[in-house]
């Protein structure tokens, strides 16, 4: 018995940090890493000048 809630526990902890990875997690680290790229290539364009054909 205490092995199975023990169990129990741990799958609903498991489900919610799933969740908030899912949810939470992967776009806020996917909008910062994009974002971040996006004002390292405008700093790089102020610097440096737009790129040339």
Do not use: D, H
């Amino acid at each position: 018995m205490e092995q199975n809630i023990s169990s129990e526990k741990q799958r609903k902890y498991e489900k919610n940090t799933f969740l908030f990875l899912a949810v939470f997690l992967a776009p806020i680290l996917s909008v910062i890493i994009v974002g971040g790229f996006g004002f390292i290539v405008w700093i790089s364009q102020m610097l440096f000048g737009p790129p040339t054909s």
